[in-house]
């Protein structure tokens, strides 16, 4: 169930996509219902779950955003085909890290503003083994 707090991107064998928000938050509402959905995990397939602080890191005026994760979880972008959920999660903070770049010269001066680090989590589901 994903009600919009964490962006969570899922490939299996017909690629890697968004799993969008389809609802409210449980519980919000006490006269909502909600219709559960099912996401079968096939041999090989992944979810990378991300907080906020790993999608809004930034470079200049440019958030890290989707289209940075996307790449992480396809077998084929270089240098990042990775086989378990902690090579995954590694791979996504360490591309939000290396994303955000802060010049040399902002670290000497003492009277600019220090902007706060968002937290950066992220969290990896990966199913191995082969079907039947």
Same mark, same amino acid.
């Given at each position: 169930?994903?009600?919009?707090?964490?962006?969570?991107?899922?490939?299996?064998?017909?690629?890697?996509?968004?799993?969008?928000?389809?609802?409210?938050?449980?519980?919000?509402?006490?006269?909502?219902?909600?219709?559960?959905?099912?996401?079968a995990f096939e041999?090989g397939?992944?979810?990378?779950?991300?907080?906020?602080?790993?999608?809004?890191?930034?470079?200049?005026?440019?958030?890290f955003?989707?289209?940075?994760?996307? %790449?992480?979880?396809?077998?084929?972008? *270089?240098?990042?085909?990775? !086989?378990?959920a902690?090579? #995954?999660?590694?791979a &996504? +903070?360490?591309?939000?890290?290396?994303?955000?770049?802060? %010049?040399?010269?902002?670290?000497?001066? *003492?009277?600019?503003?220090? !902007?706060?680090d968002?937290? #950066?989590?992220?969290? &990896? +589901?990966?199913?191995?083994?082969?079907?039947?």
């Open positions: 169930m994903n009600a919009g707090g964490l962006t969570a991107v899922f490939h299996d064998s017909e690629g890697a996509r968004i799993l969008t928000s389809a609802s409210v938050p449980l519980g919000l509402f006490t006269h909502l219902t909600h219709e559960p959905a099912m996401q041999p397939a992944k979810l990378l779950l991300v907080t906020k602080g790993v999608m809004e890191t930034r470079h200049g005026r440019t958030h955003g989707v289209e940075r994760l996307i %790449p992480l979880m396809q077998d084929a972008a *270089p240098g990042f085909a990775t !086989q378990s902690t090579e #995954l999660c590694l &996504a +903070l360490k591309a939000a890290e290396e994303f955000k770049q802060v %010049p040399w010269y902002s670290r000497l001066n *003492p009277f600019g503003h220090r !902007q706060e968002e937290d #950066l989590t992220a969290l &990896a +589901l990966v199913r191995h083994g082969t079907a039947g």
